[in-house]
């Protein structure tokens, strides 16, 4: 058996989780946008189907974990093939988090929704960090597909954007509560869930740092931004 | 060169990289402790050792990471051995996102010491769930020393003891900030000082459950109590 046909049906195990990973993450994309619309339009079905699906995204994690594996076990990879593997299991571990953060953003609606909240706060940043957080997720699978560092560092830079969405609105919860303490207990419940969605830019951006470790083979986790940009740029 | 000879150099890899984690864990969770010391006497120079500190664990992060990574492609392990690695990848993931809570922890206490916020609210549910959440830390390490699935079991059930502190401690807040709104901001400081140790209780049952997964094969996560126990205790 050749090097060259060991190294194709490597290829071709590499390609089959990858797809997988995409799929995953195309779900919990949808996971995102379902739940961020179900606050939108405070519509309990739509939170439903999003409490519903969680199960299959943890299902695919599981899989996924199982296949990185098998192929590791299978085909021994090095290097780079290696780097890739490991980080494709976490990234997924990343993926089911974001999950994890959408269906508790569906829960937290459809508590609010039984309780018949009225919205009585203004939640723009909510909806415009949500917006964010699903985008750069997305852009972080579509450069995991590509194994594009530049993309991968500017997502990185992306997320700071949505953690200064979180800060202000907090800052503007504290004043709504203070004039109307009446809000309290609904301002905390979109507190939660606005939290929610800057983890979910979290996990975006640690996907982001995965990309250039497999590429790089530098690990640019807690590095700092610089060097994070110097690597991937390089 | 015998399998024989192969097998133990394998062992003293692996021996080597369980002890990186286990020296890695330690510090968490003196971390943990420190800012657990910090909040209770608003003490900026303790919290100021955990965020200098904040570093050394992602360093150790890595460098297990990488550790790891090279174990697998010298050694080529398959099976259980294979599991080991992959679940202390994770476990150490895990392990670092605690020390950043820790860290969060720290610079919010900084944050309350410096403006010279009085202790305008009764944080006893805090302090006891920080008590917690080193304890289960503490308790999935040494269980991740023994590979011990009964010892890991009950970790995963005293996790739900910290989440119901968590939430013992939101409603509370909400009655103090209803009754007296100037507490809101601080209170606020606190919301997320407790979600932060929420959290560390969240990655001390995560390591619990690789710890199944390495000994028995059974990948728990997202599996409900019972399949959980019935795998810990087969």
Redesign the interface.
């Given at each position: 058996m050749s090097d060259k046909h060991l190294s194709s049906q490597f290829d071709a195990d590499l390609n089959l989780v990858s797809s997988k990973v995409l799929e995953m993450g195309g779900l919990v994309e949808a996971q995102i946008t379902r739940a961020m619309q179900a606050l939108n339009d405070f519509d309990i079905d739509i939170a439903d189907q999003v409490i519903l699906a969680e199960?299959t995204v943890?299902?695919m994690?599981?899989d996924i974990?199982?296949e990185?594996?098998n192929v590791?076990?299978r085909r021994?990879?090095?290097?780079r093939d290696?780097?890739l593997l490991?980080a494709i299991?976490?990234t997924i571990?990343n993926l089911e988090r974001a999950g994890d953060e959408a269906e508790k953003i569906a829960k937290r609606v459809k508590r609010l929704s039984e309780e018949g909240a009225s919205r009585t706060v203004n939640i723009a940043e909510i909806k415009l960090s949500g917006e964010m957080a699903a985008s750069i997720l997305r852009r972080a699978l579509d450069a995991f597909a590509r194994l594009d560092t530049v993309a991968a560092a500017q997502i990185v830079r992306d997320d700071k954007a949505i953690d200064e969405e979180f800060r202000a609105f907090?800052r503007k919860?504290?004043t709504y509560?203070?004039e109307d303490?009446?809000t309290?207990?609904v301002g905390?419940e979109f507190?939660f869930i606005a939290?929610a969605i800057e983890r979910i830019g979290d996990h975006a951006k640690n996907i982001a740092e995965f990309i250039i470790y497999i590429v790089k083979g530098t690990?640019v986790?807690?590095k700092g931004r610089d060097t994070l940009e110097r690597e991937a740029l390089s």
């Amino acid at each position: 058996m050749s090097d060259k046909h060991l190294s194709s049906q490597f290829d071709a195990d590499l390609n089959l989780v990858s797809s997988k990973v995409l799929e995953m993450g195309g779900l919990v994309e949808a996971q995102i946008t379902r739940a961020m619309q179900a606050l939108n339009d405070f519509d309990i079905d739509i939170a439903d189907q999003v409490i519903l699906a969680e199960d299959t995204v943890n299902t695919m994690e599981v899989d996924i974990d199982e296949e990185c594996s098998n192929v590791i076990a299978r085909r021994q990879p090095a290097a780079r093939d290696l780097r890739l593997l490991l980080a494709i299991s976490k990234t997924i571990t990343n993926l089911e988090r974001a999950g994890d953060e959408a269906e508790k953003i569906a829960k937290r609606v459809k508590r609010l929704s039984e309780e018949g909240a009225s919205r009585t706060v203004n939640i723009a940043e909510i909806k415009l960090s949500g917006e964010m957080a699903a985008s750069i997720l997305r852009r972080a699978l579509d450069a995991f597909a590509r194994l594009d560092t530049v993309a991968a560092a500017q997502i990185v830079r992306d997320d700071k954007a949505i953690d200064e969405e979180f800060r202000a609105f907090v800052r503007k919860l504290v004043t709504y509560m203070m004039e109307d303490p009446r809000t309290i207990s609904v301002g905390l419940e979109f507190l939660f869930i606005a939290k929610a969605i800057e983890r979910i830019g979290d996990h975006a951006k640690n996907i982001a740092e995965f990309i250039i470790y497999i590429v790089k083979g530098t690990d640019v986790r807690h590095k700092g931004r610089d060097t994070l940009e110097r690597e991937a740029l390089s």
